[in-house]
């Protein structure tokens, strides 16, 4: 397994590049702790639903494609509560599946964007406890965001919580060193 960050690959048998991502990556913990004020400049992501690692705030606009970090929605309770309490403190990291104007419908169990098919809905967690369900099929107002992860099938995302408002969104942010499967 290797990482992948801004100074590009860094390998377990290189000691140079992990001082030199190790160095950028203390500074930038550094960083976060002059500027919480407002939000994290770097989050550490350990769910799968993106790839784990650190995350640089980026100070780009939130569109489709780009990661979001931002409180989860008082719908994602009290399911998280049992499953997810970390959710109260920690904000979640997706990506921007959707936004303004955008059609999304998750009748029938089947997310659909725009009159694609994306992902199925389940209707239960692994451990067989009822999944929340965002139900509706409308265009997207002005100050929402639809994230979504497809990396995995049991992402929690909006799929089940609703649409997130952009007053809820923390920042853009970008990859600065991920883990990555196979050394790639």
Request: proline share 9%; aromatic share 8%.
């Amino acid at each position: 397994m290797g990482v992948s960050s801004i100074f590009g690959q860094v390998s377990p048998a290189d000691p140079g590049s992990w001082r030199c991502a190790a160095i950028a990556g203390l500074a930038a913990v550094v960083s976060v702790g002059t500027v919480m004020a407002t939000a994290p400049q770097v989050l550490v992501n350990t769910t799968p639903s993106e790839p784990p690692g650190l995350y640089l705030k980026s100070g780009m606009a939130p569109t489709l494609g780009r990661m979001v970090a931002f409180i989860a929605p008082d719908a994602a309770f009290p399911y998280a509560d049992r499953r997810l309490s970390y959710l109260h403190r920690v904000p979640l990291l997706k990506t921007v599946a959707a936004g303004p104007g955008d059609l999304v419908c998750t009748l029938n169990s089947q997310l659909e964007i725009d009159g694609k098919a994306r992902a199925p809905i389940a209707q239960v967690d692994r451990q067989g406890i009822a999944l929340p369900h965002w139900s509706a099929c409308r265009r997207l107002t002005a100050d929402e965001l639809f994230v979504f992860s497809d990396r995995v099938p049991n992402s929690f995302d909006s799929r089940y919580f609703g649409p997130v408002p952009q007053r809820a969104v923390l920042g853009v942010y970008a990859p600065l060193a991920v883990l990555t499967s196979g050394g790639r």
